[in-house]
């Protein structure tokens, strides 16, 4: 059972200005929300803070672990750049990261120990996209998917295809798979088959981890973090989407996918009309979390066509985070099996994301993402559609 299934949720709503502005919008309640069964919370659910400064160009936003990176894409931007060379450019700092987990280098991998990652991109002013899926030791795959827009005749080239791609285009290949990667892979396969761990002959067969994690301090904390990993296998990604000061819009989102997944499973992320869209007359949208479930509603597409019509970005993800409780009935008890984020902007520059609950990955945290205004880059708290208040059963 995931860590979020052995938890209590208390169902609340779209928050109150959201549920209000769709019902304004059609003069009745949106046909997802209608069919989830939702009513606007009254007042027991802590409300999203109100994001700053709405309405700014030029604008830059991602999830949370890109706040370090916005300021690379906008400095980009206000040097007249190009929208999507601001987003490649600020993922690709968390894509070169070790330290973060769900990206490029040293994210988790597959099933058999193999660092596999999906991205894509969207080209507003030019109407262009590229992706890749299933790419192995190549690290910059944002910018990976931009070379198959720029150089190809293609929109998305996946698996050995890309990785040979990338090398005849001067991508260098490298072993993607860092030390802390490895090691809680190894812990993961520890946790799932009794082979990959000291035999019944060893003094230390009776604690599996003792044989991947020393006694110190930093292999204890890795190893504490790594039996919630085992637990809840994270989709982590960075979408990261910019409009400039004449309004023209891009995307792109990058990801290593989900943790422990069957080689060549593909996520949302390079899933153009789902883990990234752009109109470059209305927004752009992309997603974190799990990927199926956005796949299975068009969330990138959904969200754009929905600021079309007039919604707010974060009204639309709300809409969007509706399809994706309505396809399970909205039972809590399934929709306590994953996460998953929607962000957007439009192009006038406002902002907006919602998380299916109000708890970030970790439970203790709220949910946020990172924006930069061409002031300085900060967290953002997202708009919940439904509201956590139990903590274990
Ligand atoms: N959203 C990322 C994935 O599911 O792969």
């Known amino acids: 059972m995931s860590l979020w299934s052995r938890r209590k949720f208390f169902l609340t709503s779209l928050a109150g200005s ?24 009254v007042g027991n659910g802590v409300r999203p803070a109100a994001p700053a400064a709405q ?27 190009d929208t999507l060379d601001a987003v490649v450019a600020a993922v690709t700092i968390v894509e070169d990261d070790p330290n973060d987990d769900s990206v490029g280098y040293g994210g988790l ?48 080239i996946v698996g050995d295809g890309a990785r040979r791609f990338a090398v005849d ?81 891009s995307a792109t989102t990058t990801t290593s996918g989900l943790a422990w997944k069957i080689p060549g499973r593909v996520g949302d ?39 079309r019509k007039g919604m707010s970005p974060k009204d639309a993800c709300l809409e969007a985070m509706a399809r994706v409780a309505r396809n399970y009935s909205n039972d809590k008890k399934k929709l306590a099996t994953f996460h998953i984020y929607f962000y957007a902007i439009n192009k006038d520059g406002q902002h907006g994301a919602a998380s299916l609950w109000r708890n970030g990955y970790e439970p203790s945290k709220r949910a946020m993402y990172a924006v930069h205004d061409g002031t300085e880059s900060k967290l953002v708290e997202c708009a919940p559609y439904l509201d956590e208040i139990g903590t274990s059963d």
């Open 18 to 41: 959201a549920a209000a502005g769709i019902a304004n919008l059609f003069e009745r309640t949106t046909p997802a929300a209608a069919a989830s069964g939702l009513t606007p919370s």
């Open 55 to 81: 309405g700014k160009r030029p604008l830059i936003i991602s999830s949370a672990n890109g706040v370090n990176a916005l300021g690379r894409g906008m400095d980009i931007l206000k040097k007249g750049g």
């Open 169 to 249: 285009e001067g991508f260098e290949e490298m072993n993607l798979l860092t030390e802390h990667s490895r090691k809680i892979w190894l812990a993961w396969k520890a946790s799932t088959s009794f082979n990959w761990r000291p035999g019944i002959d060893s003094p230390e067969w009776k604690d599996k981890m003792s044989s991947i994690f020393e006694d110190t301090p930093e292999d204890q904390a890795l190893l504490a973090y790594a039996q919630r990993v085992i637990t809840d296998p994270p989709t982590g990604t960075i979408p990261c989407m910019a409009v400039n000061e004449k309004g023209d819009i």
């Open 269 to 307: 992320s390079p899933i153009i009309g789902a883990g990234c869209y752009v109109d470059n007359e209305v927004g752009a949208a992309g997603s974190t979390g799990k990927g199926e479930e956005n796949i299975k509603i068009c969330g990138g597409h959904t969200i754009v066509e929905m600021m």
């Open 109 to 156: 991998p597959n099933e058999q120990g193999e660092v596999e990652l999906d991205a894509s991109v969207m080209h507003g002013p030019t109407h262009r996209a590229g992706s890749v899926a299933s790419v192995r030791r190549i690290k910059n795959v944002s910018r990976l998917a931009k070379t198959v827009m720029e150089r190809t005749n293609h929109v998305m």
